[in-house]
Each structure stands twice: as C-alpha cells, then as structure tokens.
C-alpha cells in the first residue's frame, strides 16, 4: 500500500502529465488551424450556367427553385489534411436534404462528386475547428449555415423577384441583402455578364470568423478564394456595379444556359 506522501507524488505526476498533454493538443491545433475566417458562398441557379465555357454541360435538376450551396471555405488554410477520404455513405442520413440545397449543376458531375471536391479541398482545412472535424459535421454546419441565411426570403421580403425584363437598382438589392450577410466590407454581391453584357445576380460570399459568427476582418482575406477552373469563361462571378441595374434571371429548367432567350 502507498504512503500518503507516495501517493500524493503519483497524482501530482498523472496531474502535470495531463496537463501538459491538454497544452500540447491545444497548442498543435492553434499550429495546425492557421486560418481564421472563413466565406460561406450561396448561388442562383438561374444564372449560373452564363459563365460557363460549354454551356451544354448545365443543368438544374427539376426539384432546385431556391439559392444553393457552392461552398464553405477556410481563407488563408496553410494546413489541410488532403488524404482525409470521404464516403457516400458518410453523408447518407443528410443526402436529401443536400440533394435539395447543395446540388451539382453540371452534367458532368453527380452532386456526390461535387461535395467530394468541396470537401477535400476546403471542408479538410476546417477540420482542425471541433465543430467541423468530419465530413458529417462539416456538411452539417453548411446546411445550419444555409437555413440561417435565407437569401431567397430577404430578396422576396425586398419585392426582388426573378425576371427577364425587370432590373433593379443596386442600392435596392444591397439594402435588401445587408441585414442578412452584414456590412462587412468582405462580404459581396456578385454579378455575371450575360450575352448582352447585363450584370446578373448570380453569388452572395458571406465572411465569417472560426466561431462561425457574422464577419471577419482578417488582414489576408483579400484574395483568399478558390481558383477558377477550366469551365469558366472567367472566375463565376465578379462584385456587382453599384452603378449598374441589376438583372434577377428565373430559373428555366429547359434552358438553363438561356434563361431569358
């Protein structure tokens, strides 16, 4: 049996070891999570097919009439776990409802494959936050993302409604969007160029910090987006004029890539 004074040595050892081990995580994960904030991207459908080089690999499946999910990104992530897999499976009790929100708008790539990318790409760099740490949670905190900013409802509240013939001024749809996506000098209303060279709504980039609260004003924002990729004429999406109409294109399952033609 352990003297008194034995056994008070063994705990003060168990408990300096703890502690230095729960220093040591903490201080990996603060080594290891080198980003601060984050954008949270919405789009429209009935735009997006304008910016693509070959128009015919658009579509938008018959159920998609809302704004949609293209992604929630780390900026400025030094540190990704890229060989981290993911599964259908890993996602399957949340497939109809990212079926609905987070669809792939492309013929060539089922929306499986797009949250694949999305997720080795951007949602292994915010594993390094509890709350993310898993495909599951990260597509979890998406969708809890997507239901808390509702652009569909803010632009209708505003009498902003899908049209080929109507515009609206910018001051109209910023006014409308602010209280949803804040006044963060990051966050931005972004346009495309149809064939006629009208500014389109078609992205709302939403800044966040780590905690997942409204807006980030970290110093290496700037820039931190995606790359384009091959299938765009230019990067989707570009911050709308203040100084031009803006354009609200329906949503034309027929015609996608022609919305208004």
């Known amino acids: 049996m352990l003297s008194p ?40 459908p009935g735009s997006f097919c304008l910016g693509l080089k070959n128009s015919s690999q658009c579509r938008i499946p018959p159920n998609i009439q809302t704004w949609t999910i293209h992604g929630l990104w780390p900026l400025k992530a030094h540190t990704c776990c890229l060989c981290w897999p993911i599964f259908h499976s890993d996602l399957k009790e949340l497939d109809p409802e990212l079926s609905q929100l987070w669809p792939s708008l492309l013929k060539t790539q089922s929306s499986f494959l797009f949250w694949k990318d999305e997720w080795i790409k951007h949602g292994s760099c915010a594993a390094c936050v509890e709350g993310m740490n898993s495909p599951l949670r990260y597509f979890q905190i998406c969708l809890k993302l997507r239901g808390r900013f509702d652009i569909d409802r803010a632009l209708e509240d505003a009498g902003i409604k899908p049209s080929c013939n109507q515009s609206y001024p910018y001051d109209k749809v910023n006014h409308a969007l602010a209280p949803v996506i804040g006044d963060d000098p990051n966050a931005q209303i972004q346009c495309i ?24 004003h970290h110093k290496e924002d700037q820039g931190a987006e995606p790359e384009p990729t091959q299938l765009w004429h ?22 996608p890539h022609q919305p208004c033609d």
């Open 234 to 255: 230019t990067f989707p999406g570009h911050p709308c004029p203040q100084d031009s109409p803006v354009f609200y294109f329906p949503i034309n399952h027929d015609r």
């Open 193 to 216: 160029n149809d064939e006629k060279e009208r500014e389109v709504l078609v992205q709302v980039k939403i800044p966040l910090s780590q905690n997942l609260t409204l807006g980030c």
């Open 5 to 44: 004074v034995l056994l008070m040595v063994a705990l003060l050892t168990v408990l300096t070891v703890t502690m230095e081990s729960d220093h040591w995580i903490t201080d990996q994960q603060e080594k290891f999570c080198t980003w601060q904030c984050l954008k949270f991207t919405l789009q429209w």
